[in-house]
């Protein structure tokens, strides 16, 4: 008889994402890549309990399209490291990603794969793919394109990140300030100049 190899244990992984389809759909590839996974749906807005983990400890945590800040002592439950999949580019920090993009009339957008630290979208950067923004693009449209292409970018990643292999290491820098939900509901921002207002844009809950 041969010897007997172990099963390897699944990696455990507390994924944190807002409430959309593409949470949902995330978790489902996450499983089926071999991990055991928790599952965190949080949006701006909703209580924060005590414990909103739940108590969990794990290998690994990875954000996608998260709204909910992790805190250092959240982060320190994953043992091996924290990923989060930002739905824009590193000169787009914090929320309001899209409204900020179109009030700057820019050509192009992004979605941002990193290192999570203490600080909000400050850790070393994974990968950055960057995309043209359609022509008359609405909040709505460019939010679901970029969910869009934040999906094929963890489908690509995450069995990495699950493997414990290398991941890439990117050039770029996070760079501008960090947005905040204060600056969304006035639709004020540091960095744009006379804003009149952003197609498409919706109420921001909280």
């Given at each position: 008889m041969?010897?007997?190899?172990?099963?390897?244990?699944?990696?455990?992984?507390?994924?944190?994402?807002?409430?959309?389809?593409?949470?949902?759909?995330?978790?489902?590839?996450?499983?089926?890549?071999?991990?055991?996974?928790?599952?965190v749906l949080w949006e701006h807005g909703d209580p924060v309990t005590q414990d909103l983990l739940g108590g969990w400890e794990g290998d690994w945590i990875v954000a996608f399209k998260a709204d909910y800040?992790?805190?250092?002592?959240?982060?320190?439950?994953?043992?091996?490291?924290?990923?989060?999949?930002?739905?824009?580019?590193?000169?787009i920090r914090g929320v309001g990603m899209y409204e900020v993009a179109l009030a700057r009339s820019a050509d192009t957008f992004g979605v941002t794969c990193h290192h999570m630290v203490e600080r909000v979208d400050a850790g070393?950067?994974?990968?950055?793919?960057?995309?043209?923004?359609?022509?008359?693009?609405?909040?709505?449209?460019?939010?679901?394109?970029?969910?869009?292409?934040?999906?094929?970018?963890?489908?690509?990643?995450?069995?990495?990140?699950?493997?414990?292999?290398?991941l890439p290491v990117?050039?770029?820098?996070?760079?501008?300030?960090?947005h905040t939900w204060a600056q969304l509901r006035g639709r004020s921002w540091p960095d744009v100049k006379g804003v009149k207002g952003v197609k498409g844009v919706k109420d921001v809950k909280g």
């Open positions: 041969g010897p007997h190899h172990a099963r390897r244990r699944d990696p455990s992984l507390l994924l944190v994402t807002d409430r959309s389809a593409w949470g949902e759909l995330v978790g489902r590839f996450a499983r089926t890549a071999g991990a055991a996974v928790s599952h800040v992790l805190s250092g002592d959240d982060l320190k439950r994953a043992r091996r490291g924290a990923v989060n999949f930002h739905p824009g580019p590193p000169d070393p950067i994974i990968e950055v793919e960057r995309f043209p923004v359609a022509p008359r693009a609405t909040t709505d449209a460019l939010r679901e394109e970029a969910a869009a292409r934040a999906y094929l970018l963890c489908l690509r990643l995450l069995p990495l990140v699950l493997e414990g292999a290398d990117s050039t770029e820098r996070w760079r501008g300030p960090l």
